[in-house]
Nanobody, 120 residues
């Protein structure tokens, strides 16, 4: 079994910072892409940031210049540093990863989500 466990969410004032962490554990042969998504009330889940195994990164336009995704390959962990937070960043943030845990293909795994609330 593979698990993704997120941490680091919470309540912060506008302009503040938070750092999210997501650790993958279990039967893991290798991890390809890892990323963060978010879902605000009444809205669809959207990609926030992602990183490939090779280190390429991709960001939603709304977070460019404010959020930074990084990865610790030894710890199977991905981070999201969020600076200059805005009320519109309020959402449940989910970690996702493409993991090879047996068989022929990578499978997508999701964390349980962590709430980020930004007050104005």
């Amino acid at each position: 079994q593979v698990q993704l466990v997120e941490s680091g969410g919470g309540l912060v004032q506008a302009g503040g910072s938070l750092r999210l962490s997501c650790a993958a554990s279990g039967k893991i042969f290798s991890i390809n892409a890892m990323g963060w998504y978010r879902q605000a009330p009444g809205k669809q889940r959207e990609l926030v940031a992602s990183t490939t195994y090779g280190g390429s990164t991709n960001y939603a336009d709304s977070v460019k210049g404010r959020f930074t995704i990084s990865r610790d390959y030894d710890k199977n962990t991905v981070y999201l540093q969020m600076n200059s937070l805005r009320p519109e960043d309020t959402a449940v943030y989910y970690c996702a990863a493409a993991i090879h845990s047996g068989g022929a293909l990578f499978s997508d795994y999701w964390g349980q989500g962590t709430q980020v609330t930004v007050s104005s």
